[in-house]
């Protein structure tokens, strides 16, 4: 396995390599049943068993109990964004927002597109979405507070949960922060993100839910966009992203089996401090978040010149870094340095920069 790349793409991104061995041993022939899982009936006994397996250990990691409904879900976070207001603004709601980059703007977009009345609760795109709004003011009959808890893009990240009134539901998009460390998810209503940033393979998307509010939502719509529905047949509804449930259920049994959301969380802040102390360091790259509200998962950083950068990308790729490319709406470079992503290749990125630094300075 000597040609295993750097990985620091935003997703699909690195996944574990114990967790790619298993799923190489098990590819052809699982648990000797003959056929792969991604042959294997969704119906069958096998796979309820991997589908429950995955679903004990979100609870497991999480520390919720079956107050909460776990489910696996299709069309990305995406989706979530006008289900989540679909299902939830009942009449006379308003549906509030933080919105703090790209992704909270497109969930506030969605909202609007399907005719629900939006409050935007509070705001950071008065400074380009470089810090977190530390405080917020909800509209009137509230139908929930929705929050990104970290930005992909700007590289910012929550660390904190906002405090809400005990009867406004409170809903997070953890794409790409999901169980990256501990936190007191018994005060979240509603949890989702896509699996390919943090937790899995792209094709599925975890959403949880407080059986509470399954109880206050819309009826009447459409089946597959009813989160009762999916509740209902346990999330094979339809046919469920087999293959990608399989691999998240190996990946969050890594994880517990390493230490859990404890573990990761040191691993994660040792990992991205490799990254920012160079940034810290050296007056050659250009930090570009507030650093009270620097994200663990995402390092967005800017060097002297757009040509620096470019050379940055390519001499890096070269040397097996890949990915480190910044998003096409805000340009520069970008390291996400997920769960996944061993030790050697932050050190490994550490190195580079400052041998960059001096080469071009």
């Not at 990305?76 to 006379?92: D, R, V």
């Not at 990915?323 to 996400?336: D, I, N, P, T, W």
Request: a negative charge.
């Amino acid at each position: 396995m000597t040609n295993r790349v750097h990985n620091f793409n935003a997703g699909p991104a690195v996944l574990p390599l114990e967790v790619l061995k298993e799923v190489q041993a098990e590819l052809l022939d699982y648990k000797e049943e003959g056929l792969s899982v991604m042959e294997m009936s969704h119906r069958s006994s096998t796979f309820s068993q991997i589908i429950n397996d995955a679903k004990a250990m979100v609870k497991k990691l999480m520390k919720v109990g079956d107050e909460y409904e776990v489910l696996f879900l299709q069309g990305g976070a995406s989706s979530q964004f006008y289900m989540i207001p679909l299902n939830l603004c009942t009449e006379g709601k308003v549906a509030n927002y933080l919105n703090t980059g790209a992704w909270s703007t497109k969930a506030i977009k969605e909202a609007k597109k399907i005719g629900k009345e939006v409050h935007v609760a509070s705001s950071s795109e008065d400074k380009e979405f470089t810090y977190i709004p530390k405080t917020f003011k909800l509209s009137e009959n509230p139908a929930y507070l929705h929050y990104t808890s970290n930005n992909t893009i700007r590289g910012t990240e929550f660390h904190f949960i906002p405090e809400v009134p005990e009867d406004v539901p409170l809903i997070c998009d953890m794409s790409s922060n999901f169980f990256s460390r501990p936190m007191d998810f018994s005060k979240f209503d509603l949890i989702y993100g896509g699996a390919q940033k943090n937790i899995g393979p792209a094709g599925a998307t975890l959403v949880v839910i407080k059986r509470t509010l399954l109880e206050k939502m819309n009826t009447g719509l459409p089946t597959m966009m009813d989160y009762n529905s999916h509740v209902a047949q346990e999330s094979l509804y339809n046919t469920p992203p087999c293959f990608s449930i399989y691999v998240i259920g190996k990946v969050l049994h890594w994880l517990d089996e390493n230490g859990g959301l404890t573990a990761i969380e040191r691993h994660n802040i040792e990992k991205a401090a490799y990254v920012y102390d160079v940034i810290d360091s050296s007056d050659f790259y250009i930090g570009t978040v507030v650093p009270e509200d620097r994200s663990r998962m995402n390092i967005p950083f800017r060097l002297p010149s757009p040509e620096l950068e470019k050379k940055f990308i390519a001499e890096a790729a070269a040397v097996g870094m890949i990915g480190l490319k910044g998003h096409k709406s805000v340009g520069g470079c970008r390291a996400s340095v997920y769960n996944s992503l061993p030790m050697e290749s932050a050190k490994a990125l550490a190195e580079f920069m400052r041998d960059f630094e001096k080469n071009n300075s």
